[in-house]
């Protein structure tokens, strides 16, 4: 409770306009006094009711609050857990197939383009509030200084030519009324979320694109022989043709056996006798100490990993969306911390609940973590039906899962999202095609610019598909590689509606059109 009280202050603070650390240290106090003193309220009057009722002493009363904390995270834990169950494995066995991954790809290009022009329009709406709020509140206003930092946090070329409006030609008796420090510290808060969505926007963007230009590349190379003038070229090339595609379906079918595992042991952990949870039966049948803690370390990492892999993809809008790229906002880093740490509790009591080393199921086992944190224990009135309402939870959450129910829905209420056999989907997937089609286009010219304005390099056909800003640095192995793969690709002419078509046709796909010199235009 204290970091998450913590961490929701911090997220308070770094979200609020104001100006200066004791505004925002204000804003933030507010903000969360109104927050937690509601809940503190509700739940005053709720122990109050139950200690009057029930004639409860303070070790009663703190088992309660124990349990009640127990009961809330296992809720999100049955959520959270039963997705990644399913998708965790699913998403490996896709990444194995450069075809299906194209055209995910494809589609996120598409989808990030809207995302990208929605957040320029509404920048250059807030940056014309700031315009207008700048040519109102004249030098010798007092919120002038506010209205200085407003702009320094605009973008640099809007913010200089806000900064060198001539406030002379402009009459003194302008409205300054309408402007006040409440509606400054509005905009300066839309500011700093516009800039941020706008730059985030902008590095996925590029990042994008770059991974879909090298994904039909790989695509490309698998039907074309591939005749590599280095070992080290060659190498690599059956490693990312071959090699991985064979460890990421390995991988998968491995982590599917260990998710049936868990959703099994999950469903009757609650059976005492006789014991039917595989993973207790494991730990029973394991003789060796040093293998048993491989054993637990190996489930409860793999149960960490499904819960956590479910917070990371999770995105409620733009308040919360944990970016790739160093591009997640302060306030999506506190709410994930913030989950996490809430989290931790849960999957361990879970996970000792699975093995049958929690004294409720076990009343010879005493381990040092339920000696501290309690056992696995849950609100009274919610117990008396827990044994039969988490397992179908599990099992409704995977099979939901498993089905695409929550993305179909999703589609279905007009969210952009990506499901294989819809039809607005696939024309989304064909405009993404387009989309990296021109920008390849624009990226060639522009690198036979450079090249004509600079010396040769050795490397030069493998950066024109690079973003050099935003890419790491290559050895020298990537770069023969690299190299190799440009030779390759530069020696057929390049074919994107026959190899690179891995997406199913849509309305409008068909249509032959002929390439135009302004097709970019």
Known sequence: AVVSTQSTGLSSYVAAGEFTISGKV???VIENAVIYGTLGILFGVLLIYVVAS???????????CITASNTWGLLVLIFLMGYGLVQVPRACWERSSYSELLTQKRFDVSKIKIELEEAQEKLSQILEEVRHINRLVSRTNELRKFVDIIIAKCPSLQGEDLANINYDDYANGRDDVTISRSSLVSVHGKVISAHTNMHRCQVLWD??????????DWVLM????????STIGLIQYYIRIFVIPILLKAVSVLFALISIVIIWSEMVFSVKHPTLTICALLVDFVKSPAIVVVVCITFIS???????????????????????AQQTDDYSLLFSATVLSRLTTPLSLNFLALVHQDT??????????TTIMGSFEVIPFIAQGFNVYYPILIALIGIA?????GTRCMAFLGFQTFVQDDEISMDYVEEGKQLLNRERR??????????????PSSSSGSKRYENKKLLPSKTAADHTFDNDRARLLDSEEYDANSLLDTAPSSSYRNQNKKSSLFDDV
């Open 207 to 216: 990042i994008t694109v770059s991974d879909g230009l090298d994904l039909e």
């Open 26 to 28: 204000k804003s933030a």
């Open 442 to 455: 624009s990226r060639e010219r522009g690198g036979k610019q450079e090249h004509s304005s600079s010396k």
């Open 401 to 405: 899962t498993l089905l695409k129910v």
């Open 360 to 369: 409720r199921y076990n009343p010879e086992i005493q381990t040092a973590f």
């Open 302 to 324: 793999y149960m960490c990993l499904c819960a956590y892999y479910t917070i990371f993809k999770l995105r409620l809008f733009n308040l919360y969306y944990m970016a790739p």
């Open 222 to 229: 698998r039907h074309k022989e591939y005749r590599a003038e």
């Open 54 to 64: 029930k004639h409860l002493d303070k070790e009663a009363i703190k088992v309660l």
